[in-house]
């Protein structure tokens, strides 16, 4: 089993459940410090996770395990705020705006708008023609409509599953999408949190102000997927290195 460690508002390891056991011994490790692992829904004090593990000084100190590594660019998991959130997708409804536009012009949403205009006015009053005039737009602006869904599922879900871990607006602001324990996710993940969106979008957008008001920021979509959206820019592929190392 890992455990992750939280000292001082800062995140680290994972460890070995048997490196924080010697810790917690040797008293290189507080039982005041926070650990985590995974099925938990928060943080709790190590005396929780390990009530039986004591620091009892030995007549005869044995060879002590190595001292755990804290990284100084560990980040926080500090979630960030609903307005943070609301600046980054305005940001993301701006980079696919054009690309939307071009799909819609390019597949006849624009041209399936005209014609149904056209026909809304000489039907006049018909309820028959009006749904005959309906069904003629909706069978036209279909490829438009299904295309610009599938752009939006994989910018969103190639974007943050990605190693920004961040859509183009959520990096501009200093943001990254993680899981419950601050971890970059899959494509996959990225993608049940996308479609999650539609629910929350689909009970009048309370799945999204949800963020205003949830512990750790999280929206509908983040609570089915299991996410949560973090200040700070994920770290560089060098620095990972450099912290592995």
Not at 14 to 25: I, S, T
Not at 155 to 175: D, H, I, M, N, P
Not at 186 to 195: D, L, Q, T
Request: glycine share 8%; with cysteine.
């Amino acid at each position: 089993m890992e455990i992750w460690i939280g000292r001082d508002g800062e995140r680290h390891g994972p460890y070995k459940e048997e490196q924080v056991r010697a810790w917690l011994r040797s008293g290189e490790l507080s039982r005041d410090d926070l650990g985590w692992r995974e099925g938990l829904a928060d943080w709790r004090p190590l005396s929780v996770l390990f009530p039986e593990e004591t620091v009892v000084p030995p007549a005869v100190p044995p060879a002590a395990p190595p001292a755990p590594v804290w990284p100084q660019s560990a980040p926080a998991l500090a979630p960030a705020g609903f307005w943070q959130r609301v600046a980054a997708y305005l940001i993301d409804a701006l980079v696919l705006w054009i690309p939307n536009l071009l799909l819609g012009n390019l597949l006849g949403e624009r041209q399936a708008q005209a014609a149904l205009q056209q026909a809304q006015m000489l039907a006049g009053n018909d309820p028959q023609l009006m749904m005959q005039a309906m069904q003629a737009y909706l069978h036209a602006a279909a490829p438009a409509v299904l295309a610009q869904m599938l752009l939006g599922w994989l910018y969103f879900a190639l974007c943050e599953s990605s190693v920004w871990q961040a859509t183009v607006g959520k990096r501009a602001l200093g943001l990254r999408v993680t899981d419950l324990a601050g971890r970059r996710i899959g494509f996959a993940k990225a993608s049940g949190r996308y479609f999650a969106k539609l629910l929350s979008a689909f009970i009048l957008g309370i799945g999204f102000l949800m963020v205003a008001w949830t512990r750790r920021k999280q929206g509908l979509h983040d609570l089915i997927a299991g996410t949560l959206v973090l200040k700070g820019r994920a770290a560089t592929a060098t620095a990972r290195s450099g912290l592995d190392a």
